[in-house]
């Protein structure tokens, strides 16, 4: 076995960090991080180049880096970040645009470092149709995406995709944004996640400037939105996005959608749902063994390593729940091949992977796989266990999706309950009791609860 130093966790740590994110993010924020030391309290020091990088790292990255140091280390450790005058900024000249960044220009930089965003688009660079590997599971929602990305006339609108998480529904989005601004550089491409959505929104209520919010959306000529599933419950932000869906839709701009459920699954306005269904409705499911040794070599391809056959079939063997795990998977081979001066063998790779093949346990299960797991187990929608239905039919599910997500992730209560359409930490406790006491008079649930976290553990 090789003994890590933390120094060597945090390089880990970092490396897969930066196929989560986009390269100016990387850029700006997580490449200049710096390990401190661990602290009495249990956490571990980050150190930051100033005050600002550390509260705006704490606030946007610290829960991607304490799962991505979770899975190098095993355990789950909470990082405390802080400035350090040692530490140098991570910028380094200009940056493209990325919405969150652009949006938030850090007003503590030095002029000459404010970032550029000659469009605001906020596309990822490295998310292309290029880049994007064709299997049976994705073919019909890759169609469509193509079609939608060779501009007017239109004819699906809205395009709506969805599917399982780390499926690719994001990289398409963006695949379609580079081809369209590719065809013509003056379109007015927009992406954005539903969650910047509402808070661009709410942050412009709050200034009295919904106007200038309203326009900024009203007058693009393609609007990608992702993740709308997040919308639900939210009521005012709903009725903001009917607006802007109106108004775009009316001048046949080009909309598009992500989500994790179908439309009729959603707990939205009627108004709402019903323009969600009157486009094209895509799926995208995971991918088989052929499709996931191919997304692998083009992957290494694009890094320039060589990636053997038998180690790729290994890896997409081990590695069969999504995309970006099996992405980060192949971004730790190629950490530790680097860390080790080795070249990638067989011997490498089932040592980068001890922790997930040997630990299952072990694993970052998201709440998001837990919600669906349990959905699909129990015949209903990720959606339901998130919405306010109080039949048995949903309680009992969803109190059970609670107990796993306390027994499988290092999510506190608070945190589980906002996953649960923003519940109470109580409600979460009450179910994790519930569940803890039925399983031990009722076998058929305890049965249940072993095969559900046999699923989720894999
Ligand atoms: P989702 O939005 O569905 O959760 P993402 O689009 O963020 O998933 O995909 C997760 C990661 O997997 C991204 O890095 C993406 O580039 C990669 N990925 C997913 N599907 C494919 C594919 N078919 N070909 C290449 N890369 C893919
Ligand atoms: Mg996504």
Redesign the pocket.
């Known amino acids: 076995m090789v003994w890590l130093l933390m120094e060597d966790y945090w390089t880990r740590t970092v490396v897969s960090v930066k ?1 989560q994110v986009s390269p100016e993010v990387y850029n700006l924020w997580i490449r200049s991080l710096r390990p401190g030391k661990n602290l009495a309290d249990g956490r571990m020091e980050v150190l930051c180049h100033n005050d600002f990088a550390a509260d705006y790292v704490d606030k946007h990255y610290r829960t991607l880096l304490e799962s991505a140091m979770a899975v190098e280390k095993g355990t789950h450790q909470p990082l405390f970040f802080r400035a350090d005058p040692g530490v140098k900024s991570g910028i380094v000249g200009r940056h493209s645009n990325e919405s969150e960044v652009s949006e938030e220009p850090p007003p503590s930089l030095p002029e000459a470092e404010v970032i550029q965003s000659p469009a605001v688009s906020g596309l990822m660079e ?2 292309t149709f290029d ?5 049976a599971c ?1 073919q019909f929602a890759h169609a469509a995406a193509s079609r939608v990305a060779d501009g007017p006339p239109v004819v699906y609108n809205p395009l709506y995709m969805h ?10 989005l963006h695949a379609i944004g580079h081809k369209v601004l590719k065809d013509n550089p003056k379109a007015k491409v927009r992406y954005i996640s539903s969650e910047k959505f509402m808070t661009l929104f709410i942050d412009h209520t709050r200034m009295g400037r919904v106007n200038d919010f309203k326009s900024q959306f009203r007058s693009v000529d393609l609007l990608l939105v ?1 993740d709308i599933h997040f919308f639900a419950g939210k009521k005012g932000t709903q009725e903001e996005f009917f607006h802007t869906f109106n108004a775009l839709y009316g001048d046949g701009k080009q909309i598009i959608l ?1 989500s994790d459920s179908l439309p009729q699954d959603m707990p939205l306005d009627e108004r709402l749902r019903s323009r969600f269904a009157q486009g094209l409705v895509v799926d ?1 499911h995971p ?1 088989d063994l052929e ?1 996931r040794v191919a ?1 692998l070599k ?2 290494a391809l694009a890094e320039d390593i060589d990636l053997e056959d038998d180690v790729a079939f290994f890896l997409a063997d081990a590695i069969q729940t ?3 795990e099996l ?1 980060g998977a192949l971004i730790r081979v190629f950490a530790l091949a680097s860390i080790e001066k080795a070249p990638i063998t067989m011997a490498l790779v089932k040592e980068s992977l001890r922790n997930i093949l040997k630990n299952p346990e072990r694993r970052v299960i998201p709440i998001d796989e837990i919600q669906r797991t349990v959905a699909t187990f129990y015949k209903i929608a990720p959606m339901d266990l998130r919405s306010n239905k109080r039949s048995r039919e949903f309680s009992y599910p969803r109190q059970i999706a609670m107990y796993l997500c306390k027994k499988l992730t290092n999510h506190s209560y608070p945190e589980i309950g906002e996953q649960f359409g923003g519940r109470d930490h109580t409600t979460v406790l009450y179910a994790v009791g519930r569940v803890n006491e039925r399983q031990s008079e009722d076998s058929i649930l305890a049965k249940q609860l072993q095969s559900l976290t046999e699923m989720l553990s894999h």
């Open positions: 196929a490295r998310y880049l994007f590997v064709v299997g994705n599917g399982g998480t780390g499926l690719g529904k994001t990289h398409l992702d992500t995208i991918p499709t997304i083009k992957k999504n995309v970006r992405e």
